[in-house]
């Protein structure tokens, strides 16, 4: 099993940038690829972007491509979100996930991010 943890959410205006981090242990860091999911009140969650193990590969949500950067530090067991130009509709929950099998089996508490404008 992997642990992960969230952080470096908060209250933002429209248009900042924010970068979130998930800190993973518990099972090699290279070995899962991993993503970021999002949900917003009243809303199913959804999905943000993805990176593979090694970090060769990465997939966006339409909705976040061009202004969101999914990026992973072996070395430091942590995959980062850069999120530039945020706007109202950003606001959610957003949480990291590691897929082992092929599902995304692991999942962090998450974090909060909200956007005003």
């Known amino acids: 099993q992997v642990q992960l943890v969230e952080s470096g959410g908060g209250l933002v205006q429209a248009g900042d940038s924010l970068t979130l981090s998930c800190a993973a242990s518990?099972?090699?860091?290279?070995?899962?690829?991993l993503g970021w999911f999002r949900q917003a009140p009243g809303k199913e969650r959804e999905f943000v972007a993805s990176?593979?193990?090694?970090?060769?590969?990465?997939n966006y949500a339409d909705s976040v491509k061009g202004r969101f950067t999914i990026s992973r530090d072996n070395a430091k067991n942590t995959v980062y979100l850069q999120m530039n130009s945020l706007k109202s509709e950003d606001t959610a929950v957003y949480s990291c996930?590691?897929?082992?099998?092929?599902?995304?089996?692991?999942w962090g508490q998450g974090t909060q991010v909200t956007v005003s404008s």
């Open positions: 996930a590691a897929r082992i099998s092929p599902r995304w089996d692991c």
């Open positions: 990176i593979t193990r090694i970090g060769g590969v990465t």
């Open positions: 518990g099972r090699t860091f290279s070995s899962y690829a």
